[in-house]
């Protein structure tokens, strides 16, 4: 069974940091671009970050970049994302996912996702 696990989430201040982490289990998705999307309460599910199999590119949304850095260690099968100077924004459920084909680019659409997580939640105060 192919499981996502993300942790990390929480509750921190305003400019605070949180580094959450997406374990893999049941298969291995070192050869797979995986990405981290997030959903605040009431609004549609959006692309945060994404990194190919080989770490060679790491995409962002506007919204993060300079702010939140997405890395994997592919030995163990785990994805994270460094989230630092967060603000009332980024507040929402954050997903981890996996591409559903091999070697390919960062894709920003939640289509070219065939493996997600359960999530985690994180809450910044003002």
């Known amino acids: 069974q192919v499981q996502l696990v993300e942790s990390g989430g929480g509750l921190v201040r305003a400019g605070g940091s949180l580094r959450l982490s997406c374990a893999a289990s049941g298969r291995t998705f070192s050869w797979s671009t995986m990405a981290w999307f997030r959903q605040a309460s009431g609004k549609e599910r959006e692309f945060v970050a994404g990194?190919?199999?080989?770490?060679?590119?790491?995409y962002y949304a506007d919204s993060v970049k300079g702010r939140f850095t997405i890395s994997r260690d592919n030995a163990k099968n785990t994805v994270y994302l460094q989230m630092n100077s967060l603000g009332p924004e980024d507040a929402a459920v954050y997903y981890c996912a996996a591409d559903r084909e091999t070697d390919r680019a960062v894709y920003t659409s939640t289509h070219e996702y065939a493996y997600w997580g359960q999530g985690t939640q994180v809450t910044v105060s003002s």
């Open positions: 990194i190919t199999w080989s770490s060679t590119t790491a």
